[in-house]
Structures are given as C-alpha cells and as structure tokens.
C-alpha cells in the first residue's frame, strides 16, 4: 500500500475509534509518553550525581539531587501509573465496542446482502483477525502507543546525546564532526535493521494466522459449541456426532504439531534482533568512553551517554517497528473499511406513508429471483390487497409464500414489476415509517434474553397496561400468573441466572402478543405455529383474526384449514398465484390446485 493510502487508513482508523472508543486514544498516548520520559530523568540525574561525586563533591548539592531524583520519580512513576490505569481500562472496554461496529453496520446494510455469502464472510475474516489477533484496529491502538513512545524517546534521548558531540578532548580524530554521521549510521542500522526483522516475523505470523482462524473456528465449534449448546445435545447424543468431533479434534493436533515450524521462525528473529542492537550500542559505548578517557567529560556523563544512546537505538527501532506495524494494520483496516463501505443499494424516498389512511396494497406484475441465484421464485404476481381485509397465501412448502411477505415489507426489491402502498411504489416511501405500518409474527421469530414487558413492547420503556391487555388477548395469562416478577420476569437464563424458560408455544404467544402490542396498521403471520398441530394453528390463525378483525391481515401456511377464516386465498404454485377467491369458492373447483391440496390434506382434519 502507498504512505498516502496508509496515512488515509491510519486516520480513517483513528475517526472509528474516536467514534466507538472515545478517550482511549488520549489515554494510551499520555500513558506511553510518561512511561517514555521516566528513565530518561532518572538518567540524567544518575549523571549529575556521578559527576559531582566524581568532581568537586558538594554534600549539599549531591542531597538536592537525590532528593531531586526521588521527587522527580515519584511524581512521574505517580502520573504514569494513573494514566496507565485509565488507558487499561479504556482498553479492556475496547473489546466491548469492537462488536458494536459491525452490529451497526449489519443492522444498516442492505438485508439481501446479510444473506450474501462473499459480505459475511468478508465480515467474518475482519471480526476475526481483530478478536483473535488484534489485527487493525486494536493494532492501532497498540502501535500509537508504541508510536508515540518512539517519537517523545528520540527526541528525549537526542536531547540528552547533542553534549557528546560537542564536548572537546583536545583530539582532533576524535573530536572530528564526522562522528555524527558515523553514531546516526549505526543507530540507523540498528533501528533499521531491528524493523526488517520484526516484518519478516510479522509475515510469518500473518502467515500462521491465517491458518489459525481456521483452526480457531474449528476448535471453537468441535471442542466446545457442539458440546455447550443444548439445541445440539439431543442430535449430538442420538446420532453419536461426538465421533465426528474427535476425529476432527485429532485433525488440530496434527496440523498443531506440523505447525511448529512457523513458531519456531518466529522465535528466531527476536534473537536476531537482540544480536543486531547489541553489536551497534556496543560500537557507540567505545567511542563514548575514548572520548572520557582524554578527558572530554567526567565520568558521570557517560552514565548519561551511554543510557540515552541504548534509549535512541531502542526509540528508532520502535519507529521502524511503528513504520512496519502500520503496514501490516493497514492492510487489516483497508478490508474492514472495504466491508464498512458496502453501500446500501436499496433506494428509498422520504414520502411518509398517512397515519390517517387505511391502505391498499399492490403487487402488479412482480417477479423475483434471490441474489445469486438462478430460478425465479415469484413470476408475475398480480393482487390487490384492499383495507381491513383477511388475505391467506397458500400453498405447498417453497411456493413462494414468504418470498411474497419479504417483498411486502421490503426485506427485498422485485427484480421486475412494482409494489404500491395508495398507489405510490413503496421504494418512493421512507423504508423506517414504511415499515411502522407493518407487524409481523415470522416462522422463525425471536425472542430476547430481556424482560417479558421488553420483548412484548419491543422496548425499554412501555405501557404496562398495553402489554397486559396483549398478554390476556393471546391467552397467555395463566403462565403470566406463574410469573413471580410479572413483566419484569426475563426471559430465558443467557443472562439472568434467575430467568425463566418458556417453551415453543409461550413463545409463539410472546410474539403474538408483540404483534398486537405495536397495533400496526397491517399484520402478518407467517407460519409461526409451525411446531403446533394442524388444528391447533387453524385455532390460533382464527382467533387472533378475530382479535385484529379491524385491520389488514395477511396469513400464511401450507397448511390450508389454518386460513379457511379469510375473505380471500392466494394459491401460491412455484412462485405463482394459480388461484383466488375464498374457501368455499376454490373447494368446489375440482380441477384447481386448491381442491387438490385439500384433499391431500383433509385426512388431518376429518
Ligand atoms: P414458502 O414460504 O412458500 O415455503 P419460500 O418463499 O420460503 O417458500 O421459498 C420459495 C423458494 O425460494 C424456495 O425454493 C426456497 O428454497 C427459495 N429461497 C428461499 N429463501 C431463499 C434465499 N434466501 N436464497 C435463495 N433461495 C431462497
């Protein structure tokens, strides 16, 4: 990547953890800066201690600058320590805004591209690499630090150094200019040399990582999710998957023991490192104590010297270290920003649809076919779905009945053909008060780990009397009873140890009762009693069309008895409508579709 993209990354970087972080970025840096400047007072003061030791010997002086140098450590080791605790803290709490970054933009992007499997996958690498390794912008982080600790420890150790060029020993060779370049070649190469190595351990660390999210993932789900999640339990146990998960398991330890190569690698080249630094701090040193020896400054400098320079080589192999470190986070900002800027292609308008208004709805020759696939689910639907009236779609598993619903509430666009609200296509409204006209009880609803009266109003604050009120119309006020913190009872034990579990059927009333609770002007059931016997939904579809008998309600099921109730049914046939009319309209056609679903399904009822 060129400087000027990493500079844009680098900064890009910074806006997020500004925005999701804030106060980190302050915190880390005035905590690296004190944690730099402290050796370089106590150096400085071991000098002139020395040297007065060494020299004229005042007691008095030598008193003012021990008790100098306790002041001074103390006061600095005192605000290192609280800025250090204050950036831990802040850093510990980066971890927790992390995943609120991808939430939001999950929650923003485009619902088709949810189910794209090249965007969750580009997410997944991104949420991986940075929960794993710190990759990107918990690297970013680290590496200001490290940064800034490169910068204020040059400029501090530079400081320190400029009297050893310009002290005289009365010998031209040594006190010749040249030794400048020659002490700044060798902190170079150094410094230099110390980055080099620390990329090429970085490559083979990219290198191992990249195997290891693999690895990771699969340890993760064999070794522990298989086991801890109890929706698996009963599969795992009666299909003996555990077999499965041990020979897997036995595949890690395999890789796990081929891969010591890039371990040891990795373990080569800080030794290296320590070689390279060891044998330039050494060639400096000689050249500080000649320079002593005739005479230049007493010896107390060269405590002084000699520590700032093993602080310059240390400084100016942090700045290649935080030059190499910002390749690498870039390369790792770079794809999180790709998976960022994913722009929503979902065009919509700013009309508001009217609160007053009963609305009409209709689909006029829409035909659908889902984003990376071939087959079109929905071919040329046309229907009219008029205010205040009950509206089944049926049909057999994969017709294209909650397709129809998806697109009604704009989870998806038709790829051809329109769908209006009052006559308006609704990509001209704005999609949040458009989908305000709509509730929806979906096959696979869900539930929160949340209080009752939270799930039910699908809110913090509510009106409890609302929520009641839903809780008794959907008949789930005996439970409710049971219930010893009412609608401050929390649903199921992720998070509350003392939250109750409900089973599929209480459940499906909770979301029912949502449903009511949000007195949209539309509402649709999409087979949310599928673990309830045909009877028993046909029951629940009939009376909670009684309970929205004033509004616009959309059913649907597979199973034909459930929506006998409607004014009107839909007869979905691989993604087409093939008949409408009513119950006792279609029953009696003999050579339709409906009759022969029917039939084919009468046997449950009789
Ligand atoms: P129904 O509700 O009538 O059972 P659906 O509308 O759910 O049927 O599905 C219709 C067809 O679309 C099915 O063949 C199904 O496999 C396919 N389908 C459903 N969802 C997706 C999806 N997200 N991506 C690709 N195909 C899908």
Same mark, same amino acid.
């Given at each position: ?49 020395? *040297? ?30 609280? +800025?250090?605790?204050?950036?831990? @803290? ?5 971890? *927790? ?12 992007? %485009? ?61 031209? &060779? ?49 070794? =522990? ?27 890690? %330890?395999? =890789? *796990? ?13 800080? &030794? ?59 390369? =790792? ?16 308008? /700013? ?63 038709? @790829? @051809? ?19 305000? +006209? ?18 039910? &109003? ?29 609608? /401050? ?35 649709? +059931? ?16 009939? /009376?909670?069309?009684?309970?929205? %008998? !004033? ?6 099921? =597979?199973? +034909? ?11 979905? /046939? !691989? ?32």
């Amino acid at each position: 990547m060129r400087f000027r993209e990493r500079i844009q990354m680098t900064r890009r970087g910074y806006g997020l953890i500004r925005k999701y972080c804030p106060g980190l970025l302050p915190a880390k840096v005035s905590a690296a800066a004190a944690d730099t400047l402290i050796p370089f007072v106590s150096i400085w003061f071991s000098a002139r201690i020395i *040297n007065e030791i060494s020299g004229e010997r005042k007691i008095q002086r030598i008193a003012v600058y021990v008790v100098l140098t306790v002041l001074a450590g103390f006061a600095l080791s005192m605000i290192k320590n609280a +800025l250090n605790k204050v950036a831990e @803290e802040k850093e510990s709490g980066m971890w *927790n805004y992390f995943p609120k970054i991808f939430s939001d933009k999950q929650l923003n992007m %485009d619902y088709s591209d949810l189910e794209d499997q090249e965007i969750q996958k580009q997410k997944q690498k991104a949420e991986e690499n940075l929960y794993m390794f710190g990759n990107g912008l918990a690297q970013l982080v680290w590496d200001t630090a490290g940064l800034v600790q490169a910068v204020v420890g040059i400029v501090a150790s530079v400081a320190l150094t400029a009297s050893l060029f310009l002290a005289r020993s009365g010998n031209a &060779a040594v006190d010749s200019p040249v030794w400048i370049p020659v002490a700044i070649l060798l902190v170079g190469v150094a410094g230099i040399g110390t980055g080099k190595l620390r990329k090429k351990e970085e490559t083979v660390f990219e290198q191992w990582t990249e195997g290891t999210v693999w690895f990771n993932r699969t340890f993760m789900f064999f070794g =522990h999710t298989l086991y801890d999640d109890l929706s698996r339990a009963m599969d795992v146990r009666i299909y003996r998957q555990d077999k499965i998960a041990d020979r897997e398991m036995e595949k890690l %330890d395999k =890789h *796990n023991r081929e891969d010591n190569g890039s371990i040891q690698k990795m373990s080569v080249y800080p &030794a290296l490192t320590e070689m390279i630094r060891g044998l330039c701090n050494g060639l400096c040193y000689v050249y500080v104590v000649i320079k002593a020896a005739m005479g230049a400054f007493p010896v107390g400098s060269i405590v002084q010297y000699v520590g700032a320079l093993i602080k310059l080589v240390q400084s100016c192999a942090e700045l290649v270290n935080a030059n190499s470190g910002n390749i690498i986070y870039t390369e =790792h900002l770079k794809k999180l920003f790709a998976y960022l800027d994913i722009p929503c292609k979902k065009k919509q308008g /700013d009309y508001r649809p009217d609160p007053e208004k009963v609305h009409t709805i209709e689909f006029k020759n829409v035909s659908f076919r889902y984003p990376g696939s071939e087959q079109s689910v929905l071919k040329n639907v046309n229907v009219t779905i008029t205010p205040g009236k009950k509206l089944a779609l049926v049909g057999a598993n994969g017709a294209g009945k909650t397709t129809f619903v998806k697109l009604l509430c704009r989870l998806y666009d038709p @790829e @051809e053909g329109q769908i209006l609200l009052d006559g308006r296509d609704i990509k001209e409204y704005d999609s949040k008060e458009y989908i305000k +006209l709509f509730s929806y009880v979906f096959q696979d609803f869900k539930l929160f780990s949340l209080s009752l009266g939270e799930n039910i &109003a699908a809110a913090t604050e509510y009106d409890t009397e609302k929520a009641l009120e839903c809780i008794k119309k959907v008949s789930f006020e005996e439970r409710y009873r049971d219930m010893q913190d009412g609608l /401050d009872t929390c649903l199921y034990r992720d998070i509350a140890e003392d939250g109750v579990m409900i089973s599929g059927g209480e459940a499906q009333k909770i979301a029912l009762a949502r449903a009511l609770y949000k007195d949209a002007p539309i509402v649709v +059931l999409d087979e949310p009693t599928a673990a309830l016997d045909p009877i028993a939904e046909a029951q629940v579809y009939s /009376d909670f069309g009684k309970l929205v %008998d !004033h509004k616009t309600a959309i059913y649907v099921s =597979h199973r +034909l008895s459930s929506c006998r109730f409607c004014d009107t049914i839909l007869v979905f /046939d !691989h993604g087409e409508i093939v008949q409408t009319g009513s119950h006792e309209e279609l029953v009696n056609k003999r050579d339709g579709k409906y009759y022969e679903l029917w039939n084919a399904q009468a046997k449950y009822y009789v």
